[in-house]
């Protein structure tokens, strides 16, 4: 595999946890509600997939177990943010930092630094496409990707026909834009609010499964490394589109690719790790921007 081909598949593996947070998030940010705990969320999803598949030795065990505690997560963030009006920066904190703790306290008791499956190969689950794989440039990139890889692409279809084309996305729209003219058309904004934060969480915990247990068969405490923050940054440099937010994900794992295989070929290898979340703040930077310029000041302090 030439260096541009090893760079955009290393760009494929990033993106797809990156992808489901984004993908799940934005349904949140719909709905006006800073879901911060996307981190917290996926690092569950990994831990939790990782744990139950050491322990039960079952590949469905370990799905809907790392499915279940995220969404546990979600109702939590829910039942405090939303119905009892709670902060809900301090909320995904509490839970972005209460994650790595049970996680590391549960490994303290098990007198392991990490958690591993010895029994399961990652490459008995990926996906050989027939015609793809045969591609001289495409195939080796495109195909021999876990299953939750391509959920991730497929995901970009389905959330976009969810958010735009049927009533419970235009309703979680409505009540992120005007709560009280969604009150004032009956709609329960709670319920919507809710549901959103769920998605959310559904989708990190597919993406923790993907990024422990499908890719490396290895939970290390907070292995997502930033990951939630740089879905967070996506999905606020989109907008909460998911087509371009997507594309700011593509961007961030791209940066994250390029970072990872240049390190491997100079010495200042550990320097070049935080090129990635350089281009984070670089590109909130110029979103902010132009999004400021876009903004048209009206009365007492409009330019005349």
């Not at 958690?115 to 399961?120: A, D, R, V």
């Not at 190969?121 to 015609?131: F, G, Q, W």
Request: hydrophobic share 55%; with cysteine.
């Amino acid at each position: 595999m030439s260096a541009i081909d090893n760079i955009i598949y290393q760009s494929v593996v990033y993106l797809a946890p990156v992808l489901l947070c984004v993908l799940g998030g934005i349904f949140a940010y719909k709905a006006n509600v800073l879901n911060i705990a996307l981190e917290g969320m996926m690092m569950a999803g990994a831990f939790v997939s990782m744990l139950a598949a050491n322990l039960t030795n079952s590949l469905p065990a370990a799905y809907l177990s790392a499915f279940a505690v995220c969404m546990a997560l979600g109702l939590v963030f829910s039942v405090l943010g939303v119905t009892l009006k709670g902060n809900v920066i301090v909320i995904g904190l509490a839970i972005n930092m209460l994650v790595p703790a049970v996680a590391g306290f549960i490994m303290k008791i098990m007198s392991v630094p990490s958690i591993t499956w010895s029994e399961f190969s990652t490459s008995s689950i990926v996906l050989n496409i027939p015609v793809i794989q045969n591609i001289p440039l495409l195939g080796p990139i495109l195909s021999g990707h876990p299953p939750i890889t391509y959920v991730a692409y497929l995901m970009i279809a389905v959330m976009s026909v969810l958010m735009y084309q049927t009533r419970f996305g235009i309703h979680v729209r409505v009540v992120g834009e005007s709560e009280d003219t969604a009150v004032s058309l009956g709609l329960k904004t709670n319920m919507y609010k809710i549901a959103a934060i769920l998605i959310g969480a559904g989708c990190c915990a597919l993406a923790g499964i993907n990024l422990s247990l499908e890719r490396l068969s290895l939970y290390t405490n907070n292995m997502t490394a930033g990951r939630g923050f740089i879905a967070i940054a996506a999905i606020y440099c989109g907008r909460g589109k998911p087509l371009s937010c997507t594309l700011y994900a593509v961007l961030f794992s791209l940066a994250n690719a390029l970072a990872e295989y240049f390190s491997l070929q100079v010495s200042a290898s550990l320097l070049l790790k935080v090129v990635p979340y350089v281009v984070m703040v670089a590109v909130l930077t110029a979103a902010s921007i132009i999004n400021r310029r876009k903004v048209r000041v009206r009365g007492a302090f409009s330019e005349h």
